[in-house]
């Protein structure tokens, strides 16, 4: 008998790099077909200027990863994926107005304002809200009506006065006081920057049908990725450059406001921030070989220079 060797090889490791460069244009170009220009000429132009900016799509990135982990499909994900890059969008439009934080770059490019004027960036950031629940209620295909109501409101719920808008205000009321706590802070980047993460990750896996256990797994690991975001966010604003960041370095000591390192120094902040994610992987390992792009967006919240 002729003795043959085996062709199975073990399966390649996880590679993040190439699963967001497959992942990345598919994003760009359904963001890209959904704003397309029209008249008045103006809004849609100020509108495609800020969405198409670039950025690394990390709250598309995670609805589709979790769908797909969940059993669903990318085709079901990618209205409300697209949907969460264009508040997002928004929320960086409003953000960067001399109201909020007055800055003049981002993503290395001029600021809306700076291009369209304070006007047209307001209105801009309203276009883009308003359209992303449109985009999610005309476009979404093969899911149900219930499921697609639910992420419409959850959505809804996260960038309103329970959270961004929330998390927003209790930031500006908090620039310059002395007396704001950890325990503020952890509320104003719960809020902020958390829970638009939140919603990112536990859309897709609505969508796909995960049962209320699984969402609230995922809700978990969102919520601890999203804290350590922010962490690693204050780090970067000390000791990155404008040119790293794409945007200007030290605002927020110019703004006199609370950090992470501001209460903890920076070594203390990549151990908490790193904490979070030792966390929040764990939460997800228990879900199988599928939560590997989950896994490997928690290093990478904490490894990134920008």
């Known amino acids: 008998m002729v003795m043959t060797q085996s062709t199975d090889s073990p399966p390649s490791p996880f590679n993040l790099k190439t699963y967001l460069g497959d992942r990345q244009p598919r994003i760009e170009a359904a963001l890209d077909a959904a704003v397309t220009l029209a008249y008045p000429e103006t809004i849609y132009e100020a509108m495609?200027?800020?969405?198409?900016?670039?950025?690394?799509?990390?709250?598309?990135?995670?609805?589709?990863?979790?769908?797909?982990?969940?059993?669903?499909?990318?085709?079901?994900?990618?209205?409300?994926?697209?949907?969460?890059?264009?508040i997002h969008t928004m929320s960086l439009i409003h953000d960067d107005l001399p109201a909020m934080d007055n800055d003049d770059y981002r993503r290395g490019k001029l600021t809306n304002h700076k291009v369209y004027g304070e006007?047209?960036?307001?209105?801009?950031?309203?276009?883009?809200?308003?359209?992303?629940?449109?985009?999610?209620?005309?476009?979404?295909?093969?899911?149900?009506?219930?499921?697609?109501?639910?992420?419409?409101?959850?959505?809804?719920?996260?960038?309103?006065?329970?959270?961004?808008?929330?998390?927003?205000?209790?930031?500006?009321?908090?620039?310059?006081?002395?007396?704001?706590?950890?325990?503020?802070?952890?509320?104003?980047?719960?809020?902020?920057?958390?829970?638009?993460?939140?919603?990112?990750?536990?859309?897709?896996?609505?969508?796909?049908?995960?049962?209320?256990?699984a969402v609230a797994t995922l809700s978990g690991y969102a919520r601890r990725i999203g804290l350590a975001f922010q962490i690693v966010d204050d780090v970067l604003d000390i000791t990155a450059t404008s040119e790293e960041l794409g945007k200007s370095a030290g605002k927020d000591l110019q703004a006199q406001k609370a950090t992470y390192p501001s209460f903890w120094g920076i070594e203390e902040s990549r151990r908490q921030a790193q904490q979070l994610v030792d966390e929040a992987k764990a939460a997800v390992q228990p879900l199988g070989a599928g939560s590997e792009?989950?896994?490997?967006?928690?290093d990478y919240i904490v490894a990134r220079t920008h």
């Open 48 to 86: 495609r200027y800020s969405l198409l900016a670039g950025g690394k799509r990390l709250r598309p990135i995670l609805c589709l990863a979790t769908c797909d982990l969940m059993g669903g499909h990318e085709a079901q994900a990618m209205p409300t994926a697209c949907a969460l890059e264009m």
């Open 293 to 298: 792009p989950l896994l490997a967006l928690a």
């Open 119 to 213: 006007d047209v960036a307001i209105l801009a950031g309203d276009a883009l809200l308003t359209y992303a629940f449109e985009h999610i209620a005309r476009h979404t295909q093969a899911v149900p009506a219930d499921r697609v109501l639910r992420v419409v409101a959850d959505l809804a719920r996260a960038v309103g006065a329970e959270g961004l808008v929330g998390g927003q205000i209790v930031d500006l009321a908090s620039e310059g006081d002395d007396s704001v706590t950890v325990e503020t802070l952890n509320y104003i980047h719960t809020h902020k920057t958390g829970a638009l993460l939140e919603i990112s990750v536990t859309s897709g896996a609505i969508l796909a049908g995960a049962d209320d256990g």
